[in-house]
């Protein structure tokens, strides 16, 4: 058995604000020279506020335009247009407003409505993708812990280390579930690299614990926006690379049982979108929505929920 493995503070978090403080400072700077240059009145220090804000939503906007673009699959434009502006705003939301601020440690949620709670009600834990942390999460485990749910969303540190490095992790989150629930079993829900590291917990530490694995927006088969990222983790998503064919033939068919997948064809962060499947395992698709809109949109929350309660 592994050693318990203590949480660790939220470098994402950290990571963000250092981010926007650059941007917020660039921008301020820029529209405060602009101003004066042009001899525009006004309050220049509001003005340049403005300017510095204004400057973080734009990088935002050229970020999540370029991958739309980059992504885009064949076949009509409206779904695709839905899909860039509802990924635009879950950015805002996530990366802007959730991520970076409130609590900095995981906890475990117990269910929030005891009217609901159902003694068999499974506790779920949700794992969350690369350079995310478990605020990505907030509207799903409101949505679980309404249904009668115990929830944990964990951290995965550090942000770049392997897919491996993180089963230790996951498997220390389920057994503290375990502990405070008296459940025999957890549900898994991995959003993106999260479903793979759930994977890789599965090879490491077996399927005793789980009763059922659901990811949203997993790149099982890789994918090609990757080729950007050099870090450990990035090269183990590369389209078809060796660590996804080392991880698919190490699992079983009592491993793909355990499955149910769901994918967006207009996934702007894994693609090809329709390849992301495996052999034996159930696939549900949607269609209008981006990569990270799939922890905020309502159809796939009531899938999940129901998925959830169907392992039961």
Same mark, same amino acid.
């Not at 540190?157 to 089963?167: G, T, V």
């Not at 769901?262 to 979108?273: F, S």
């Given at each position: 058995m592994a050693p318990p493995v203590e949480?660790?503070?939220?470098?994402?978090?950290? *990571? /963000?604000?250092?981010?926007?403080? #650059?941007?917020?400072?660039?921008?301020?700077?820029?529209?405060?020279?602009? =101003? +004066?240059?042009?001899?525009?009145?006004?309050?220049?220090? *509001? /003005?340049?506020?403005?300017?510095? #804000?204004?400057?973080?939503?734009?990088w935002q906007a050229v970020?999540?335009? =370029? +991958?739309?673009l980059k992504s885009r699959p064949a076949g009509p434009i409206a779904p695709w247009i839905k899909a860039a502006w509802g990924e635009f705003k879950a950015a805002l939301l996530i990366f802007g407003l959730r991520q970076p601020w409130g609590r900095t440690k995981p906890m475990v949620l117990p269910h929030e409505m005891p009217s609901k709670t159902d003694s068999s009600?499974?506790?779920?834990?949700?794992?969350?993708?690369?350079?995310?942390?478990?605020?990505?999460?907030?509207k799903v485990a409101h949505a679980l812990r309404h249904e009668g749910h115990t929830v944990l969303s964990l951290d995965l540190?550090?942000?770049?280390?392997?897919?491996?490095?993180?089963?230790p992790l996951i498997n220390h989150a389920v057994d503290t579930l375990l502990s405070q629930t008296g459940a025999s079993k957890v549900v898994l829900v991995g959003h993106s690299m999260g479903g793979l590291a759930i994977r890789a917990w599965m090879r490491a530490f077996g399927t005793e614990k789980a009763a059922r694995v659901i990811t949203l927006g997993t790149p099982h088969q890789g994918t090609q926006v990757s080729q950007w990222f050099s870090t450990p983790n990035g090269r183990q998503m590369a389209w078809h690379s060796d660590w996804l064919a080392d991880l698919s033939q190490s699992e079983t068919p009592a491993h793909r049982q355990l499955m149910r997948l769901?994918?967006?064809?207009?996934?702007?962060?894994?693609?090809?979108?329709r390849a992301q499947t495996l052999d034996g395992v159930q696939v549900t698709e949607f269609t209008g929505i981006g990569h990270l809109q799939m922890c905020l949109d309502n159809d796939v929350i009531r899938w999940l929920v129901q998925q959830v309660h169907d392992a039961q």
């Open positions: 949480w660790k503070p939220n470098m994402l978090a950290r *990571l /963000l604000i250092a981010t926007y403080l #650059v941007q917020l400072l660039t921008g301020a700077l820029l529209s405060a020279w602009w =101003f +004066a240059d042009s001899h525009q009145g006004g309050p220049l220090l *509001l /003005l340049a506020v403005a300017g510095g #804000v204004a400057w973080i939503v734009w970020i999540i335009g =370029f +991958a739309m009600a499974l506790p779920v834990l949700l794992v969350h993708g690369f350079i995310c942390n478990h605020r990505v999460w907030n540190e550090p942000l770049f280390a392997s897919i491996d490095d993180y089963a769901a994918l967006t064809h207009h996934d702007n962060i894994v693609h090809p979108q």
